[in-house]
C-alpha cells in the first residue's frame, strides 16, 4: 500500500458540484465517485465519466458488494464493477466492511456484520473473489453504526485488524464514522487508532456529523466540527495517509466553504 | 466538328439523356458528400481539457461567431446595470444607466460600454458600423485562436474542399451545357427539363459543399462544455425567474470569478433567458437580429453554421450550433 501515489484532497462527486468543479479544478485533488451510479448507465453518464476522468483522479467506491453477505458476491455485479474500475484506471478502490443484501434482497442500508470469526470467513472469501476478478488495490471502510451484535466475539479494531491481515487489503479509515461509533458507543477513538494497523490507512473520509436525540449520526450533510477534525489531525500524524475525501451529499453549502474545508485538511495532511 | 454534334450523347433521345444525367448528378453529389466527410479530420484529435479560468466571450464566439459575442456583451452590460432595454411607444431602445462603479467591466464590456454612449436602438448593435464592428479586434483574436484549436473550420479545410467542388460543378455544369447545346444545334428547343437538372444539381452541390464553420472538434468540446456546466445553468436561473411576487433579484454573485449567469448565456446562448426577468432581453434581440440581418444580409437561419454564407457579417453559425436559431443566427 506505501507504493500508492499519494492523491491529495478531493471531494465525492456530486451533481451538485459538477460546474464548480471544472471552475476550481486546481484547488481539487481529485474525486471519488460513487460506483452505482455508472453501473448500467445512461450514454450521457458515460461521457460525464470521461469527462471527469480527463480532468481528476478518479476513485471507484462502491455500495452493493455487499462483502459481508454470506450468500457471496453477486457476480453480475462484480463484473460490472470490474469494468468501471478498468475504464476509470484507478489507483485504488474501495466499498464497505458491511452487508447490504441478505437472501438476494438489497436492504438499502450499509448494515454492520456480526464480529465473530464466521463473518470475518465470509468477508475473507467474498474479498478474495473481488481481488480475482480485480487487479486493482482494494481499500475497505469502516462503517457507522446504531447497533452491535450480542453474538459479537471480537472488537471492531480487532475485527478490521484480523480482516485487513488477512485479505491484504487497504483500510479507507472514515474518521467521521470513527468518532460517532466511538461517541454512540462510548469508547475513545484514540483507543481503537492504537489497535488497529494503521501502516494500512490508504485513504480517508470526513464530513460533519449530525445530533439526533441522543444519537451521532452520519448524514453527510454538515461541516466538519472541531472534534472530527481532531481525529483526523492525529490520524495524519500518526500515517502515511494517500488520500482524503470529503463526503457532503446533502444540505449543499456554497462552494467556497468545500473548498476551506478541503484546504484545511490539505494543511493537516501536510503537517 | 461533327464527333461533337453527332455522337451517342448528343443525339440521344432526350428522356433517356435526363435519366443518364440524373445518374450522373446523383453520384457527383454522393463523393462529393463523401469527400467532404473527410475533410474534417477534427474528430480523431483528443479533446482539449476545460480551462480553469473560462472565457465566456470566446465560447460565445465559438457557439456563434462576433453577433454572439456582441449579445453577450449586452447582456452582461444589461445584468451589471449598465445599460436597460426601454420601450418608448413602439421603439425599443437601450439606455445608459447610472451605474455607481466601471470597476466590475472587463475590457471587452468596457469597450463595449463606450460604443453605446447613451442610447442606441438593439438592431444598431449588428449593423456594419455597430458594435460588432467595434469587436473587430476580439473577432479576429478568437477566430486565430479558435482556428489554431482547430475548433473552427480554417482555410486549409475550406481550399482542401475547394477542388472538389470545382470539379463537381464542372461535372454538373458542362455535361447540361453540352447536351443544351446540342440539342440546340440539332434544332431541338424543349430543354426546360435539362436545365431545372442543372441548376437543381448545382444548388445542391453548392450545398453539400458548404463546410460548417464548427467543426467536428469544436461541436464535440462545445458539447462538452455543456456538460460540464449543464447544473450551472438552472442554477444560474433559478435566482431570475420572473415572478409575480415582488422580491428582491440578488446582486452579481461571482462563481470562481464568473458571474453564473454571463457564463451560461456564453455556453449555452441567450435561450436559456426565457422565463427569467431578462426575457425582454432575449426576444429584443431575436428581433433586433432578425431586422438587422433582413436589412443586410439575405441568409435565413436555415444557412446558418456556414462559413461560406454571403452575409457581409462575415460570420455565421449563429447559435443554431448551440443555443437554437431564435438567438439569431448570424
Known amino acids: 500500500m506505501e507504493k500508492l501515489t499519494k492523491l491529495g484532497i478531493g471531494i465525492g462527486f456530486r451533481q451538485h458540484f459538477k460546474s464548480d468543479l471544472f471552475l476550481h479544478q486546481t484547488e481539487v485533488d481529485f474525486l471519488e465517485i460513487t460506483s452505482d451510479h455508472y453501473l448500467d448507465a445512461r450514454p450521457q453518464k458515460i461521457e460525464e465519466l470521461k469527462l471527469l476522468k480527463e480532468h481528476f483522479p478518479l476513485i471507484p467506491h462502491s455500495l452493493e458488494l455487499s462483502l459481508g453477505s454470506a450468500e457471496g458476491i453477486d457476480e453480475d455485479y462484480l463484473e460490472k464493477v470490474a469494468e468501471l474500475v478498468e475504464f476509470v484506471e484507478p489507483e485504488w478502490f474501495s466499498d464497505h466492511i458491511c452487508f447490504t443484501k441478505s437472501g438476494g434482497v438489497k436492504i438499502g442500508h450499509l448494515a454492520p456484520v456480526p464480529y465473530t470469526n464466521e463473518s470475518l470467513k465470509v468477508l475473507v472469501k467474498n474479498i478474495s473473489k473481488v481481488k480475482g476478478r480485480i487487479k486493482t488495490p482494494f481499500i475497505l471502510e469502516n462503517i457507522s453504526y446504531t447497533m452491535r451484535f450480542p453474538s459479537s466475539e471480537m472488537s471492531e479494531s480487532e475485527f478490521i485488524t484480523r480482516l485487513l491481515q488477512e485479505t491484504d487489503c487497504g483500510l479507507l479509515l472514515d474518521v467521521t464514522n470513527l468518532y460517532i461509533n466511538s461517541k454512540n458507543f462510548g469508547y475513545h477513538w484514540r483507543g481503537f487508532l492504537d489497535k488497529i494497523p494503521l501502516e494500512k490507512v490508504v485513504q480517508l473520509h470526513f464530513v460533519g456529523s449530525h445530533k439526533h436525540n441522543d444519537y451521532l449520526i452520519d448524514a453527510h450533510a454538515h461541516k466538519t466540527q472541531d472534534d472530527i477534525w481532531e481525529v483526523f489531525r492525529e490520524v495524519c500524524t500518526r500515517c502515511d495517509v494517500k488520500g482524503a475525501i470529503l463526503e457532503r451529499d446533502e444540505n449543499f453549502p456554497p462552494f467556497e466553504e468545500i473548498l476551506e474545508e478541503i484546504k484545511t485538511a490539505r494543511n493537516l495532511v501536510k503537517n | ?330
Open chain 2, 1 to 330: 466538328m461533327d464527333i461533337l454534334l453527332d455522337n451517342p450523347l448528343a443525339t440521344m433521345y432526350g428522356p433517356y439523356f435526363l435519366i443518364l444525367y440524373g445518374f450522373l448528378i446523383f453520384f457527383t453529389l454522393i463523393v462529393l458528400a463523401i469527400y467532404k466527410s473527410q475533410v474534417d479530420k477534427t474528430n480523431n484529435l483528443s479533446l482539449p481539457p476545460i480551462p480553469a479560468q473560462v472565457d465566456q466571450y470566446e465560447i460565445a464566439y465559438l457557439r456563434g461567431g462576433i453577433n454572439e459575442v456582441a449579445r453577450s456583451v449586452i447582456f452582461a452590460l444589461m445584468q451589471k446595470g449598465f445599460i436597460e432595454i426601454l420601450k418608448d411607444g413602439t421603439k425599443t431602445v437601450i439606455n445608459k444607466t447610472s451605474p455607481p462603479t466601471r470597476r466590475n467591466l472587463i475590457q471587452i464590456e468596457q469597450l463595449a460600454l463606450d460604443w453605446h454612449g447613451n442610447s442606441r436602438e438593439p438592431k444598431e448593435v449588428f449593423e456594419s458600423n455597430g458594435l460588432v464592428a467595434q469587436l473587430e479586434g476580439y473577432r479576429q483574436m478568437y477566430q486565430a485562436r479558435l482556428e489554431q484549436g482547430q475548433m473552427l473550420t480554417g482555410d486549409d479545410m475550406r481550399s482542401s474542399l475547394a477542388l472538389s467542388r470545382w470539379a463537381a460543378y464542372l461535372v454538373i455544369f458542362g455535361f447540361g451545357a453540352y447536351k443544351l447545346l446540342a440539342s440546340i444545334a440539332h434544332g431541338y428547343y424543349n430543354v426546360i427539363l435539362l436545365v431545372i437538372f442543372s441548376i437543381t444539381g448545382l444548388v445542391i452541390a453548392a450545398s453539400i459543399a458548404r463546410l460548417p464553420r464548427v467543426t467536428k472538434l469544436g461541436k464535440a468540446y462545445l458539447e462538452r462544455l455543456q456538460l460540464a456546466f449543464d447544473n450551472l445553468k438552472y442554477q444560474a436561473q433559478a435566482p431570475y425567474i420572473a415572478s409575480t411576487v415582488p422580491r428582491v433579484i440578488p446582486q452579481q454573485a461571482t462563481f470562481a470569478g464568473v458571474d453564473p449567469l454571463l457564463l451560461s448565456v456564453g455556453v449555452f446562448g441567450s435561450a436559456i433567458l426565457a422565463g427569467t426577468v431578462f426575457d425582454s432581453y432575449n426576444q429584443t434581440f431575436q428581433r433586433a437580429q432578425q431586422q438587422s440581418t433582413a436589412s443586410s444580409c439575405s441568409s435565413g437561419c436555415g444557412s446558418s453554421c456556414s462559413s461560406e454564407s454571403s452575409c457581409s457579417s462575415g460570420d455565421s453559425g449563429g447559435s443554431s450550433c448551440g443555443g437554437g436559431c431564435g438567438g439569431g443566427g448570424d
